[in-house]
């Protein structure tokens, strides 16, 4: 079945920038995303990429897919406070119609 | 502006009583979703409906009971059949990018606590 993993817990300093990693299982996924959960609060679209792309920038944000180890990173340039958050990486397999799997979400603080 | 409205956003039941979570969304989605979340986890599915009148189980789904009469809105009903009901309950629904991906839009969020 599919399954997405990712790390707890990333802690950077403001200004630096933040990689957060994603691994998954589903060779067959379509899409790949990135959400951001502010506390309390619902899930955020960040970015999304296609699976036959290895990357997508945009603006501090960067995508890169490795899909031949199934590894999705989001990388975070100049790291501000406000990017603290809870960060989602969700996947879309081919067969699932339009559900989506989702990790367990990597918690970024931000330190000034 | 279109969106997604949860209801109530805090809510206190005592053990035994049923209670019912709103969800109503005016982005003309036809799929709608039920997520649980508990403290330092990811979402995991309750129910899911990809169209009126027509609603399926998700991987957490004892203990709850849903309805989906109208495009607009699913009702979420956590049951005193769920033996641990407090958590952050997050309704979604699906529209289709330009690009095909399946974006979903999610509500603010609603947190139910068990007395």
């Known amino acids: 079945g599919e399954d997405v993993e990712q790390s707890l817990f990333l802690s950077v300093r403001e200004g630096d920038s933040s990689v957060i990693n994603c691994t998954y299982t589903?060779?067959?996924?379509?899409?790949l995303y990135w959400y951001k959960q502010e506390p309390g609060a619902g899930l955020q679209l960040l970015t999304y990429i296609f699976s036959n792309m290895d990357m997508k920038q945009d603006q501090r944000l960067t995508v890169l897919l490795n899909k031949k180890d199934k590894h999705l990173s989001l990388r975070i340039a100049d790291t501000q406070t406000g990017d603290s958050a809870i960060y989602f990486c969700a996947e879309s397999p081919n067969n699932a119609g339009n559900m989506l799997t989702f990790g367990g979400g990597t918690r970024l603080m931000v330190k000034p | 502006d279109g969106g997604i409205t949860q209801s109530p956003k805090y809510l206190f039941r005592k053990e035994g009583q049923n209670v019912t979570l709103s969800c109503e969304q005016n982005l003309n989605h036809d799929a709608m979703y039920w997520y649980r979340q508990d403290p330092g986890q990811g979402l995991r599915l309750i129910y899911y409906s990809q169209i009126v009148n027509d609603f399926q189980k998700g991987d957490i789904a004892e203990g709850y009971s849903v309805s989906r009469e109208k495009k607009e809105s699913f009702p979420l009903t956590v049951t005193s059949a769920q033996k641990n009901p407090t958590a952050f309950y997050l309704c979604?629904?699906?529209?289709?990018?330009?690009?095909?991906?399946?974006?979903?839009?999610f509500g603010a969020g609603s947190r139910l606590t068990v007395l």
């Open positions: 589903d060779s067959s996924s379509t899409y």
């Open positions: 979604a629904s699906t529209g289709t990018a330009n690009s095909g991906a399946n974006v979903l839009t």
